[in-house]
Nanobody, 126 residues
Framework: QVQLVESGGGPVQPGGSLKLSCAGSGYAFGNYHMSWLRQAPGKGLEWASFINNGGRTTSYADSVKGRFTISRDNSKNTLYLEMNSLQPDDTAVYYC???????????????????WGQGTQVTVSS
């Protein structure tokens, strides 16, 4: 019933831009905070960005701050990540996660998230 579908990934050159989307259904989209997280082969899960349920509060990992912008349109049940000035070390599978409403710990912890999308691959190379 619950579905989260990421899209928008693909190959891009260094310095380029992509906009990722995460479409949610089967739950009360606007009631939950969300994050974008990413994982590259051989690396652990890395939290990239957070947005609260209403979209009024955002935060970013230092590695993406100033380059990425998280947003959401609750009327469309969609989360976005605008990615600019992409670098090779941004290469990863990007996931959207729906945060639990209580007992949050460090944002990179998998158990903070009750729903996940399947991920979308971003590959930054020349």
């Amino acid at each position: 019933q619950v579905q989260l579908v990421e899209s928008g990934g693909g190959p891009v050159q260094p310095g380029g831009s992509l906009k990722l989307s995460c479409a949610g259904s089967g739950y009360a989209f606007g009631n939950y905070h969300m994050s974008w997280l990413r994982q590259a082969p051989g690396k652990g899960l890395e939290w990239a960005s957070f947005i609260n349920n209403g979209g009024r509060t955002t935060s970013y990992a230092d590695s993406v701050k100033g380059r990425f912008t998280i947003s959401r349109d609750n009327s469309k049940n969609t989360l976005y990540l605008e990615m600019n000035s992409l670098q090779p070390d941004d290469t990863a599978v990007y996931y959207c996660g729906v945060a639990r409403q209580t007992n949050m710990r460090s944002l990179e912890r998998r158990d903070n998230y009750i729903y996940w999308g399947q991920g979308t691959q971003v590959t930054v190379s020349s």
